[in-house]
């Protein structure tokens, strides 16, 4: 097998991988196995894949962690902007204004609610959240060191894949 067609194989797996629909893993698992290579090529191919894929990963993510900061930077500013157009039109009397492409008006304000912290709310009104966590990293640690048996609950040992 040339170099030309493992970089065609190569370029095929990650483009089904790298778009938009997930793949079935028999298929992945046939596309895999067709390459003729020697175990350690072929899991040297894949470690690569893997690496691309996960390099676009982080510059997607970094991308909307920017594009995030963007809009969050965007609604400020439309809101310091309405705050501010609020108070001149309130300072000089006005309800309405613009033109016929754009304007902004000051509806009928509705009614809120505001509570103070001391405010003696009666049962009634009153919804109780109750929530409730469990902590894993403890009870895997007293398990662990045998001061708890927890029906219902084991320790397992997961092989995991390091990319190096």
């Known amino acids: 097998m040339n170099l030309y067609t493992l970089t065609v194989q190569d370029q095929e797996l990650y483009n ?3 778009g938009d ?4 893993e028999e298929q992945l698992y046939e596309i895999l196995q067709a390459s003729e ?3 350690h090529i072929k899991a040297a191919r894949v470690v690569a894949v ?3 894929l996960k390099a676009d990963s982080d510059a997607h993510a970094e991308i ?8 969050k930077t965007a609604d400020n500013a439309c809101t310091r902007l309405s705050d501010y157009l609020l108070m001149c039109m309130e300072k000089v009397g006005l309800d309405k204004v613009g033109t016929l ?7 009928k304000p509705r009614a809120s609610l505001i509570i103070d912290a001391d405010c003696d ?5 009153k919804t109780i959240k109750e929530v409730v966590t469990i902590d894993k990293t403890a009870i895997k640690a007293d398990i662990l060191a045998g001061s708890l048996d927890l029906l219902g609950a084991e320790i397992v040992y997961k092989k995991t894949l390091k990319i190096e």
Not at 64 to 71: E, F, I, L, R, V
Request: no cysteine; proline share 9%; charged share 30%.
């Open 21 to 24: 629909d997930e793949i079935p």
């Open 121 to 125: 709310v009666p049962e009634q009104y």
């Open 16 to 18: 089904l991988l790298s």
């Open 37 to 39: 290579d020697a175990i």
């Open 50 to 52: 893997i690496k691309t």
């Open 101 to 107: 492409e754009h304007g902004a008006k000051i509806p």
């Open 64 to 71: 909307a962690a920017k594009h995030s900061k963007k809009a």
